[in-house]
């Protein structure tokens, strides 16, 4: 007879040997995986750019960490030893300058737009007056360059840089030789070599300047003239 209540005749009796019921582990590993791969966990994360900051910063805070159990004094002899290297490098790159891409002289002396030599003077004491040395240099020598030209003493032609145009005044102006190389090494530096020009630099070009100006040509005439006393005078002394 059945009694309210009594399941015993509904449900199969199960043995108290049997173990309870339990998921696989696999599937229960990947049913996990699959509830955890869902976007309303990870609302929260850190973005990817996030990420990769904090590695840099983890992989900077060991390379750190190991240079500082490696030299003497720990962390501050590391950060000594790097400021000093820092103020190595500094007082190199002041000293020597960027370094060269191509010949000193590559690019051509003016630019496209005419300027006579009294404009290219007065540009270069404004920006003298300034204090901006790089830019006095280059307009005086090209003051220099203009003045020759105008004089005649070097023929008017595009494309000429300042190495060039020493050469050739120094063959009219031998007295000058030294100077206008000097001033071309010093405009080319400034223009092309990265070095920042001095005072000093400028007031050597300028007293060129000057110099130039009372300076007479000698003619090519004059030089074969004396060349044809030298000779004469030496074939004299051996007879």
């Given at each position: 007879?059945?009694?309210?209540?009594?399941?015993?005749?509904?449900?199969?009796?199960?043995?108290?040997?049997?173990?309870?019921?339990?998921?696989?582990?696999?599937?229960?590993r990947?049913?996990?995986?699959?509830?955890l791969?869902?976007?309303?966990?990870?609302?929260?994360?850190?973005?990817?750019?996030?990420?990769?900051?904090?590695?840099?910063?983890?992989?900077?805070?060991?390379?750190?960490s190991?240079?500082?159990?490696?030299?003497?004094?720990?962390?501050?002899?590391?950060?000594?030893?790097?400021?000093?290297?820092?103020?190595?490098?500094?007082?190199?790159?002041?000293?020597?300058?960027?370094?060269?891409?191509?010949?000193?002289?590559?690019?051509?002396?003016?630019?496209?737009?005419?300027?006579?030599?009294?404009?290219h003077?007065?540009?270069?004491?404004?920006?003298?007056?300034?204090?901006?040395?790089?830019?006095?240099?280059?307009?005086?020598?090209?003051?220099?360059?203009?003045?020759?030209?105008?004089r005649?003493?070097?023929?008017?032609?595009?494309?000429?840089?300042?190495?060039?145009?020493a050469?050739?005044?120094?063959?009219?102006?031998?007295?000058?030789?030294?100077?206008?190389?000097?001033?071309?090494?010093?405009?080319?530096?400034?223009?092309?070599?990265?070095?920042?020009?001095?005072?000093?630099?400028?007031?050597?070009?300028?007293?060129?300047?000057?110099?130039?100006?009372?300076?007479?040509?000698?003619?090519?005439?004059?030089?074969?003239?004396?060349?044809?006393?030298?000779?004469?005078?030496r074939?004299?002394?051996?007879?």
């Open positions: 007879m059945l009694r309210v209540g009594d399941t015993s005749v509904l449900s199969p009796a199960r043995s108290t040997d049997e173990p309870p019921l339990s998921l696989p582990r696999d599937p229960a990947e049913a996990a995986h699959r509830e791969s869902k976007r309303m966990y990870h609302e929260n994360d850190p973005s990817w750019f996030q990420r990769a900051l904090n590695a840099i910063w983890d992989w900077v805070d060991k390379l750190f190991s240079a500082s159990s490696a030299t003497p004094g720990g962390p501050l002899g590391l950060v000594v030893v790097i400021a000093a290297v820092l103020l190595v490098a500094g007082a190199l790159w002041w000293r020597l300058g960027a370094p060269r891409r191509g010949p000193a002289s590559s690019a051509a002396l003016f630019d496209d737009r005419p300027r006579s030599a009294a404009d003077r007065a540009s270069a004491e404004a920006h003298a007056a300034q204090g901006h040395w790089n830019q006095a240099v280059q307009e005086r020598m090209r003051a220099i360059v203009r003045s020759l030209e105008e005649t003493l070097l023929d008017v032609r595009p494309g000429r840089t300042a190495d060039e145009a050469a050739e005044a120094g063959r009219t102006l031998p007295s000058h030789t030294d100077g206008l190389r000097s001033a071309a090494r010093d405009f080319d530096d400034v223009t092309y070599g990265g070095r920042a020009a001095t005072e000093r630099a400028y007031v050597r070009i300028a007293e060129l300047d000057h110099d130039l100006e009372r300076t007479k040509p000698v003619l090519a005439t004059t030089l074969s003239s004396s060349h044809s006393a030298d000779r004469n005078t074939q004299g002394a051996a007879e």
